[in-house]
């Protein structure tokens, strides 16, 4: 009965103040676990089968060899292994008291303790910090966070010979090489940094040097211009999004969320997870919401299997939970299925058991970019938030450093479970020996970085910066307005610098009509005064259905659509002149029908308007892309130029019940009508549907913010936009 | 308590013989039906949702149009969905007894008694037995499939009076006519002609006419030369195979299920599920076999999102349930996830929901082709039966008439929820107006009926049989043995008259190898006197991720393979000359790496041999063809050339994870050391893995059956055969 109390005190004072003995828990969450272990439940469960793991591990010699091999080859693999092994470990020393495991801990340190001081740097060493144990010091960052874990779970059980064997043998060496000796990797405010500082700070407050913990927080000067707290200054915006994007923000987030955990249990007055207005906590829930359907969004270099399911997300969330008692974030651990043998990690797993999951509250959401916020943005617009919801993300981010792509203004769109207008993300096989060793793919700069992989707009077959990531840094979008209600969900950027004498903006509204019609309208404006060839493309995933466009195929041979800057990876499959209004293609994806719409507007008449269907995989002899496919809506004209968009989600294909519904496009006209207002700061496109519904989408673009009221005029009848857009039906 | 008596006695006599005043059930059957819907349990919740539907349905008019349209169009669509209507409201009544619902089949019947007698034949008819209702006798055979069944439900509330004018007015016009008037259809030895007599039989049950019960059993003279019992006799191979293969199996299964239903309900003494051995259930099991992850192997003209879900086979193996209670049908019905208003249907709920589901025992089988079995086989070899298994199937069958593919000897290869080695399938898009109105495309013959579609021998870019059905329905392969163990399945077949001066035969053995090595070895022989290009394609699904062949990508442009024969749909992305001994090609699907191996003997030293990568699309400007991949073993060479082949299942790349397992092939080396053996009539095959396992695969062609011991020499050492084949480890 006791332990049950203690069990559901702690779940509901889940931010019990305690200085601690141990590095991650109060010594009130370590009798809970010791008690969890023995009853039932998935933590339980999850002891079980860790503790069958390690016993089984424990039957093999311990092995630390010299250290040879770089990243993926055998000692590199060999040295992880031990390193998770310690901290697991320790956790079951924890929970068990059972000395055995103890001693498997410090017999592993006591042979790297003998090792370590005698090591130069690295045989393979990457040009950049090196490490001695392994290639770069990051890997020597990483072992020594989770060593030290198993360090501080069992240090009780030894001697103080024994102690200070390890302890002089390899972890202060190991914190003073990572720390005073690399400078330059120890105070950069870069996710390198925070996984050295957060070692060498964790190391701090389990051996006792306090000193190292006041170097980790405020940089080896103790002045504040390098270490953790700049670094949640500036490595995440005020609404917890990392520039590199959600691939590489989760993988920052692993020494963040334990380096902060570590500073909570030790010096809880430090209130670090309060710090900035609670940037932990935003940074982990922000990489939870920047995903659909458990996969992060594919957005700059990200390899598109990564999804919430990954080890570093279930320590934030873990953390996180114990935090602020979220429930939300219960489904995300039950989707992640991996309950961590921590003190948090029980009260998740109780929490579980209980059944007290509510689903994660996905919203529609603004992520600012930058510092300040103010470096554009990632929009995500949200709508029926059922598991079929739909999701549309714009991307008017800044560049995103060294993995960063060149695709301002790009989008995605996601429904029912599918990436329906996709990123092609990084190329990349992650551990492929065959495919480049594992790394980025030649191709991830030849071709998905550049503009033309993605849906945004490429003057004259240009990469936006023409490709240079330094000038890409230096600018950014800037985000005009952002409005998300029931009906619909709008936003609108503009991108001024990444053409020489070319502006352009976009607004793209996510509409779930009261009608029931689903669509998004998508206008991307163009301002220039030259003669211009623009490419507008769509990335689609499906089966191609229909078209309006008559193309000319390419029947026996077919060729590269350009020579460079992406476009030679493209076979140009057909084209075909526009010259009907609307140039349509309608695809299929598993059961649902897209259809996507264009129109060009211009002043100038003479419009040389195409529409292309690009496959990747010319020059392309080693297959490292993968064979997917675009549209294009092409016009080379001079002057200013505006492509209207729509993309509609309709009907429905059922094979096994052998019906389909509406697999055609509904949509009879699409317009831009603004001169047909009385006040040009209005833009008005009208959207007229083959059911007889005709939309107006108007769209003040001067309006000051969500209660400012813009009348207008419009076939002789007052329509009135509250706020920056409003959609009618006429 | 009485209610819950009789429902499980219902359950534990499933076979209870009893004549019916129903077509479909006995009367305790119905008593049965009336206690459930009030109680809860899933046939409940059925029931309650198909009233909820018909009631929201009720309140519109009833809409009985004069015929117009064709299939998919309007008044073929409104006939239709009263059928169902019809046999829905049947069973509502027969289970509420509410009048409301037999006033609402009544008055729908009304409607067509009234039109019928007038109708000529239908505006739209197609060429071949036309109907009046609608476009195709075909489809008035369902109507009258459906509407016998809802009228059998609600004759009892209906006055003599009203029943003559149903009955007078359609029923007896309509079986006439599809009967009497319509020989041609009626007496064919066809699914066709079994839903003719489908419908005149249930109708011969619910007026009260034996007649023509007994013309629908057999024919029209009754002499047996036609009706259902010939087609029982001839339609499925002795094990249940029909030879159009599993998705035209499914679709035929309906009229036979449902007819001998009411034969066994109706004429009990004619034991009709015990006919021919059984032949209604192997039928029925048959379908569910050739299915792999709840879809239907995607063999000849399939549409392939067709799987177990079908209604058809819902009806199926609710019948099969009742009189075998085997319960590895339920699993299937589990799957199916719908529940029929039936007594069959509620002995399925009520096991259900007592959970009685045990796994449906999937095997390894061959499948007999032609009325004797003897005109080819399916084999299908099956192993590890986790959700992860491994099927191949070893497509020796016949032709398949209309619906068949020129396809000898083809194969195709699953695993873990993959098809991995795929057949192409039918090109078509059912029920998709835009790609030629749903119907089968101009490709489904120009391209996915060719041989190039396979994964078989083409010889001199010629498909089989010159691509003629009629003279492919006159020959096929001969199976010559199949031995199916543990550790290794394996099959072996001919084909003799594919080409003129050609014979190919080929064996096929899945390897679940003590040591763990999952493998197939695959040698296909070439007999020939004359000089040929010979071609091998494997489709594969997945990403290339290396090949030991070097290849000259076709970098800046591409061509279509070839002229004719489906070779003009193929892009030829890459080949290469093979100038090692292995071709191998390695790719990644999931989480599983494949590589594919080819070795060619030939007596011949001169051998031409090139590995050429193609993808799917040229000759394509409407994308009326999915753009999937094949690699092609090419070889030009005069004389006997063997193919030896074998697919590697390897590795895992977990990208969650991060990490990856085994990504490159472990296969050193692959030969025929058949020469190096004392018996001229033994294959042998060597295959050296770099973990050292060597293995030897020897094959007696000779043996004349399992038992049958062969001893030979190799390496100075004895080995034995035991039948057919035997995998040694060296």
Known sequence: ??????????????????????????????????????????????????????????????????????????????????????????????????????????????????????????????????????????????????SIQGYDSVKSALTQKERERIENGVFIPMATYLSDESPETFDKIHNHGTWAV??????????????????????????????????????????????????????????????????DVNDPDRNIFEYRDGILLKAITTTIELSYDGLFFGINDAIKDKGIDTMELVHGVTIAYNKTGEKGLLTIAKEQNQILLTGDGLEVANALDE?????????????????????????????????????????????????????????LFFNDGEEVVYDYGAARFLNIEAKYGGHYLFENDAYAKQTIAHNTLIVDETTHFKGNTKVGNQRHPEVLFSEFDEQMQISSAIMKDAYDDVVFSRTQA?????????????????????KHQLDLPVHFNGQFIESSVAFTGKNKSQSALGEKNGYQYLWLQAQGKVTDNLAKVTWLNKNTFYTHSTVINSSNKQLDQELLMVRIGANDPNFNLIAKQALINRVNTAGNVQFLNMLEVHGEYNGSREYTIDSGSQLSSLENVSSQSNDD???????TFETGVTYLLAIAKDATDKNAKTAFMYSDKEYVIQGNAQLFRL
């Open 198 to 263: 957060a070692a060498v700070g964790m190391t701090g407050y389990v051996i006792d040097k306090p000193e190292w913990v006041e170097k980790s927080l405020y940089g080896l000067d103790k002045s504040g211009k390098g270490g953790f707290m700049r670094q949640l200054d500036e490595l995440f915006s005020p609404e917890g999004y990392y520039n590199e994007g959600p691939y590489y923000q989760r993988f920052a987030l692993l020494p963040f969320a334990l380096f902060a955990k570590a500073i």
């Open 681 to 687: 700061a209005i833009t008005l496109i009208k959207a």
């Open 1 to 146: 009965m006791k332990i049950t109390h203690i069990i559901l005190a702690l779940v509901s004072f889940a931010t019990f103040d305690c200085t601690a003995n141990n590095l991650l828990e109060t010594e009130q969450q370590v009798d809970a676990m010791q008690a969890a272990a023995n009853s039932s439940g998935s933590f339980a469960r999850e002891f079980q089968r860790r503790k069958a793991q390690v016993d089984l591990a424990m039957a093999e010699k311990i092995n630390v060899p010299l250290p040879a091999d770089a990243g993926g080859g055998y000692t590199h693999e060999v040295h992880k292994r031990n390193y998770a092994m310690m901290r697991d470990a320790g956790r079951l020393y924890m929970i068990t008291q059972d000395k055995k495991y103890a001693n498997l801990v410090r017999d592993i340190l006591f042979e790297y303790a003998d090792m370590y001081p005698t090591l130069p740097l690295h045989p393979k060493q990457k040009e950049q910090s090196p490490g001695k144990l392994f290639w770069q010091s990051l890997n020597e960052a990483m072992w020594l966070v989770y």
């Open 510 to 530: 996510l509409v779930n009509s009261d009608e029931g019609h689903v669509f998004i309208i998508d206008i991307l404006d163009v301002e220039t005064e030259g």
């Open 355 to 411: 059944g007290l999951a509510k689903p994660y509250p996905f919203v529609s959401k603004v992520y600012g970019d930058g510092i300040k916020g103010d470096e554009g943005a990632l929009v995500v617009m949200r709508q029926n938030q059922a598991a079929d919801h739909q999701t549309l993300v714009f991307k008017a981010t800044s560049q995103g450093l060294g993995h960063g792509h060149f695709d301002k203004l790009n989008w």
